[in-house]
């Protein structure tokens, strides 16, 4: 028989087709169609150099296997298949020894570090992958907005864009593409950059079949730069939505933290329109801890200023304030500390976590330090918290 092996694989239901991995293989082991992201088992030698780029955890995923699934099996799947029984058709000793190289691989398999992301229990189901490369939608918009002071060097836009009649169901925490004109230097059309949803399942405006993203120019950023230009009218390339985990709760008595830089708002900016339409008498279900250079470059900064205090608590963190130490998310979250502890320890607390890569690291330690004073094991909570579908990060 073919000797058991570990295969890698994305999980497509959670995949959100950033293109990240496939552009970080060396070995060009990860390739795409219109639908999925899949991995050639045939190439991949276990670098791991997909593993940390990934914003979603989908690429974490490994199942022992007689025989690897094709890329033709991997390219039809909309989710991923559970670990199958892998037997022995081997007699006397050699059926021994590979039993236990099955049980080893068993052993090294997993779903994600810490437990497969899963979204919360009483999420709306998500619709994904709608609208893909081969088919895109067109969005025309109907509105660009400069969201930081104009004197500031972070130039980050609120984009509106209108889908006509084109059915695009999206939830709170989803992203979309946008497909930037032209070809890239390989002669080959460009790959959508994916941007997170800022606006609620009702639209930007309710009533309106239109979606909000956030944007912040990047130097020499190909599609940051096409959309902030973007002007009132122009038509736009869309795909998606995707993204199935990262979804706030429907519970009313859910406690959502919701720890962010820059516009790794724009989520949280959908979960609290959608709060405050939904629920506007709620009291203490929101914390936002949210991180910039200045408040002039914090997106939203005045807006979030006329959310009463008792419908979300802002907690606020500058590193280069004039006058004022520098502090980033992981210190406001430790002056916080018996704050974050009681939302750890609420069965109905959930932790949201969207930003820059850098940040991730920071915060894990500052939760780790907070459970630890308290003598708890965060590991142990945070994989619980993952297992029962309330920690999220989505990091990129």
Known sequence: MNKPLKQHLIDPEICIRCYTCEMSCPVEAIQHDDN???VDASKCDFCMDCIPVCPTGSIDNWRVVAEPYSLEEQYEWMELPEQEEVASDTDGDDAGAVDDQIAALLAQAHSGAGGKAKAPATASKPTINMYNLGKPAEATVTGNYRLTEADSDSDVRLIILDMGAQPFPVLEGQSLGIIPPGTGDDGKAHLPRLYSVSSPRDGER???????LT????????CSNYVCDLKVGDK?????????????????????MMICTGTGSAPFRAFTMRRQREYPSL????TLV???????ELPYFGPLKKVPENFMAKLFAFSRQEGEPKAYVQDRLRTEGDRVLKLMQDPKGHIYI?????MEQGVEQALSDIARGAGLDWTSIRDEMRTDGRYHVETY
């Open 36 to 38: 999925n992201v899949v």
């Open 354 to 358: 969207c930003g820059l890569k850098a």
């Open 283 to 286: 009291k203490e279900s929101l």
């Open 206 to 212: 309710p009533g309106y079949h239109n979606i909000s």
């Open 215 to 222: 944007v912040k120019r990047e130097p020499n950023g190909l």
């Open 290 to 296: 949210f991180g910039a250079r200045r408040p002039g």
């Open 236 to 256: 736009v390339k869309v795909t998606g939505p995707f993204g199935a985990t990262f979804l706030m709760p429907s519970d009313p008595e859910a406690h959502l």
